[in-house]
């Protein structure tokens, strides 16, 4: 069976789940991913392994990357999206899923092939070639132009093409989910805090940190001796009243010391 596919009447991820659904291996090739992308496929995937190529644009960037970025933002604030997001980094970080990206020359190639009982010894399976990359828009939304083939020869063929590109790629699975667990990652109240404080005064503290004087304090107390010698300057005297344990003593013989050397 061949039909050509454009996400028109049919869209490339229905036709490929319905073809998925019954087979045991699974191998992919894409330049773009994203996580709507894996969701379209997500039931079809599950409890199979994968091999999942990874291409690269001529400039050699990994534009994958931008891609679920842009994502990220149009979904910043969809709990689906991220519970979504959480259950793609499950997936691969199965030992079944592998993932390598392309070394070299330019590589552009689309591919979605799957196989009875293993991609290595196929008695049935599916391949489909095209424009679509693992993308929701590749294989839902965007007008695209496919060709999906149930031949056993067929799918061979398209099996022994993807082993070429597969064996003179490198490994790149560590690298794919370190950059999708950056977004899932939780933060203590405390460390949210503590960044929003340091973006916030970072510029005072790394101009204060150049001052050969302020090398013995920490970031907070050079914040409290900044602020305290602005209001000693204005008001000729100043309270520091920060918390137990911040280190108010060290703060204030700063204060004498710059005052003993200023005269």
């Known amino acids: 069976m061949t039909k050509i596919i454009d996400n028109s009447n049919e869209t490339l991820a229905s036709a490929l789940s319905k073809e998925f659904h019954d087979l045991s291996e699974i191998a992919i090739a894409s330049a773009y991913f994203n996580i709507r992308g894996y969701g379209v496929l997500k039931d079809a995937l599950a409890g199979k392994p994968l091999l999942f190529l990874l291409g690269r644009e001529p400039t050699e960037s990994i534009k994958w990357e931008e891609e679920v970025l842009r994502e990220l933002e149009e979904k910043e604030d969809d709990r689906d999206y991220f519970k979504l997001l959480q259950d ?3 997936y691969f970080e199965d030992p079944q899923r592998q993932i390598r990206t392309i070394t070299g020359r330019f590589f552009h190639g689309k591919s979605y092939i799957g196989a009875n009982p293993s991609l290595k010894e196929v008695k049935n399976g599916v391949g489909s070639v095209g424009s679509s990359n693992f993308t929701y828009g590749g294989l839902v939304s965007n007008r695209e132009l496919n060709m999906l083939n149930t031949d056993r020869e067929v799918v061979k063929d398209l099996i022994e093409w993807f082993f070429e590109q597969w064996n003179t790629s490198q490994d790149f699975k560590e690298e794919f989910l370190s950059f999708l667990k950056n977004y899932v990652t939780t933060r203590s109240p405390y460390e949210i805090v503590a960044k929003a404080l340091y973006e916030t005064y970072k510029s005072n503290i790394e101009a204060s940190a150049e001052n050969l004087k302020l090398k013995t304090l920490y ?6 001796f900044r602020d305290a010698s602005t ?3 204005k008001h000729n005297g100043v309270l520091i009243a920060d918390a137990t ?8 013989l700063r ?6 050397r200023d005269g």
């Open 245 to 252: 344990g911040l280190g108010k003593t060290r703060t204030a």
């Open 255 to 260: 204060l004498a010391l710059d005052a003993i």
């Open 88 to 90: 793609a980094i499950k």
């Open 231 to 233: 209001k000693l300057q």
């Open 219 to 224: 970031p907070h107390q050079i914040l409290s």
